[in-house]
């Protein structure tokens, strides 16, 4: 059993550019990696490839593989995954509230497949039994696409239902999760930089120091 991590550290997760700058945000995503290795790591799951288009960015210390690719998502998941032989979890690298636990549940079912949706159609976690035979399909309402492919295949599908499993860190409003259920390094980050706040509405974040106001 493995794991393969997509990454992108140059320019990361421009949606948080308003509260977070270019150099913060690179730091956001390797500490937000460096989380989701842990959680695998945790679970039991030692064999981890992280899957970049630059060796540049990886952290030294994180007892990963890397896999140099091409640029496209779909284009260098679909290539990587001819060449495993055994169960593999696709995870995205911006999901720090994900635990081991989390973990061990998706890989203790017995379906071919099991997809761990993410906010608005997305696929945070998929779980391939027979990873050679599937084909992703990411962006868009990639939930969709994932379970209509894998009914096309003839596969059992299992869909995993988490608030955590489904927060990516992708926008200011989702820092409000980490903050409140976080635990890990990405938590100890944003901690440093903001703190939640109560309103007539729901929780938001506000600056610790240099920024002001409500985000």
């Not at 790591?41 to 490839?49: E, L, P, S, V």
């Not at 496209?72 to 995954?81: F, H």
């Not at 997809?115 to 969709?144: D, M, W």
Request: proline share 5%; aromatic share 6%.
């Amino acid at each position: 059993m493995r794991a393969v991590i997509p990454y992108k550290k140059e320019n990361a997760k421009s949606r948080l550019s308003p509260v977070l700058s270019q150099t913060e945000r690179e730091e956001f995503v390797e500490l937000m990696l460096k989380d989701v290795v842990d959680s695998l790591i945790c679970a039991g799951i030692t064999a981890i490839d992280v899957l970049t288009t630059s060796s540049e960015g990886v952290p030294d210390d994180l007892d990963v593989k890397l896999v140099v690719t091409e640029p496209g998502l779909n284009e260098s998941i679909n290539a990587y995954l001819q060449t495993v032989d055994e169960p593999t979890m696709i995870i995205m690298a911006d999901l720090p509230l994900v635990k081991s636990s989390h973990i061990k549940k998706i890989i203790s079912f017995p379906e071919d497949v099991v997809i761990a949706p993410g906010k608005g159609g997305g696929t945070n976690i998929l779980f391939l039994s027979q990873p050679k035979e599937f084909t992703v399909r990411y962006h868009g309402c990639s939930f969709l696409s994932h379970r209509d492919i894998t009914n096309e295949l003839g596969k059992s599908i299992r869909v995993f239902d988490s608030l955590l499993a489904s927060t990516d860190i992708d926008e200011p409003h989702d820092i409000v999760e980490l903050l409140i259920y976080g635990d890990g390094l990405s938590k100890e980050y944003a901690e440093k930089r903001f703190c939640t706040k109560s309103g007539k509405g729901r929780v938001k974040i506000s600056a610790n120091s240099k920024l002001s106001g409500f985000i």
